[in-house]
């Protein structure tokens, strides 16, 4: 369920004679999504050395698309039988990861474990999925929702079509409201649906990390001044190759991203959730956050889910079990047998030690990315100030009405003598600013005024 709530701003105008301003900062309430005070998506501030992204100049980053992408990835609404969400297998507490090894959908379970999504926009590699089926992130929102298992939207085996969720979400007021904040017409579309998702995935940063910390000092091939002995020299671990004496991870996941490379093929893990072989899966999600600040895993790791912690992932490249077609070259020694590096139990903990590094601590709980439905699946959508109009007397008789509202949408203009009957005086389309701006004539005769909005 969701409402609009419809703030008109009344002011006697007679009475104003310096400007006057106030404002309730609801940004971060619980069951509220303040469009009048959008969260801060677009402009996030990042480390200088982070340069790699997926991001397409078609679809970048604004405050109301990850607003709108942001109650989408939450509403389970979107969902055949409304009970599963995004959010239901991309947990914030798990660095937007699942704990199950197979995430519970409407009808079965995934046939993959969930993929952690923190930074999945700071990769140069666009395509997304385990197999790397979705060209894009924008193709890849979407598929869970038509997947018969996951959201159940898939056209067949008796689901409704993914039309029919256009349909159910046109249907609710809140959505066109949103959808014309992002788009400027209420239209609800697959594309602008994907591009909301997207918008919202990609905001979702981690860098704030002891990493970063020493990588803001120093360069990546210096020790960290911030760094343990035992840390440090995992670091150099991760970076050198095999053939120097190192572990060659970063040959597929490079700093300071720690991303998977483009370019990478399968890591040797070949079970399947299924049973059988699995040999398809050649992308990872960022190395970044794999475990929380209390040193958990973030669910377990590799598309089955059977590496349950980090030592355990260490182990599996330290020994790779078994060859297969598709395996990458980088986990191949000279002569082509497959990788075996012999590290120590000490160097596997200097590793260890390396990648715990990697976990930051905003990304479990800024509001931005969290539920903003209530425990009973509401939420309000504000579209006008609590009370945060200026009022501006000029001196030539006039008064300038000044009001932060919602972006992107047509309000009205009212007058009133009694502040029960409102006539409309015009109406105000506001732009991406969300900022409304009009002047009135000061009479002889007390009037108020107010902007008020219909969805």
């Not at 990042?46 to 078609?58: E, G, L, M």
């Not at 120093?218 to 760094?227: D, H, L």
Request: glycine share 8%.
């Amino acid at each position: 369920m969701m409402k609009i709530r419809d703030i008109p701003t009344a002011v006697i105008l007679l009475l104003i004679s310096s400007p006057v301003s106030a404002q309730l900062n609801t940004t971060n309430q619980k069951g509220v999504v303040n469009l009048t005070q959008l969260a801060n998506f677009a402009n996030q501030p990042k480390p200088i050395y982070i340069t790699r992204s997926n991001t397409p100049i078609t679809n970048r980053i604004t405050d109301a698309g990850a607003t709108l992408g942001r109650v989408m990835f939450y509403d389970k609404r979107l969902s055949r039988n409304n009970t599963i969400s995004c959010a239901s297998c991309h947990q914030q507490a798990n660095a937007f990861g699942d704990t199950a090894i197979a995430s519970i959908g409407v009808d079965g379970t995934t046939s993959r474990h969930s993929m952690r999504l923190v930074n999945a926009g700071f990769a140069t590699e666009t395509r997304f999925f385990w197999d790397e089926r979705a060209a894009t992130l924008e193709v890849q929102t979407t598929q869970p929702i038509r997947d018969h298992a996951e959201m159940g939207f898939s056209g067949t085996s008796g689901d409704p079509a993914f039309s029919d969720l256009v349909t159910r979400l046109t249907a609710i007021p809140e959505y066109r409201v949103l959808f014309a904040m992002t788009f400027g017409t209420a239209t609800i579309t697959e594309a602008r649906i994907q591009n909301s998702l997207a918008q919202f995935v990609r905001s979702i940063q981690s860098f704030d990390s002891k990493y970063d910390v020493g990588r803001a000092q120093v360069q990546e091939n210096q020790n960290f001044p911030n760094f343990t002995p035992q840390e440090n020299a995992g670091k150099q671990l991760f970076l050198a190759p095999p053939n120097q004496g190192g572990a060659g991870c970063a040959g597929c996941h490079a700093p300071p991203e720690f991303a998977i490379d483009p370019n990478s093929r399968n890591n040797g893990v070949t079970a399947s959730l299924g049973g059988g072989a699995d040999l398809t899966n050649t992308r990872s999600p960022s190395l970044r956050d794999m475990v929380g600040p209390g040193g958990k895993s973030n669910g377990s790791f590799m598309h089955h889910g059977g590496q349950s912690t980090i030592a355990d992932v260490i182990n599996h490249y330290n020994l790779i079990p078994g060859d297969n077609a598709n395996l990458d070259n980088r986990l191949r020694r000279p002569g082509g047998a497959v990788q075996s590096l012999n590290l120590s139990q000490q160097q596997k903990d200097q590793l260890a030690a390396f990648l715990r590094t990697l976990t930051g601590s905003n990304v479990y709980t800024d509001a931005k990315w969290s539920n903003p439905f209530t425990a009973a699946n509401e939420l309000t959508l504000i579209i006008l100030p609590e009370n945060a109009t200026t009022l501006i007397k000029n001196a030539n008789n006039t008064l300038t009405l000044r009001c932060q509202a919602a972006p992107n949408l047509t309000y009205q203009l009212q007058s009133s003598i009694n502040l029960q009957d409102w006539t409309t005086v015009q109406q105000i389309s506001v732009n991406e600013t969300g900022l409304i701006e009009h002047s009135v004539a000061l009479t002889g005769t007390p009037t108020f005024f107010r902007f008020t909005y219909t969805p």
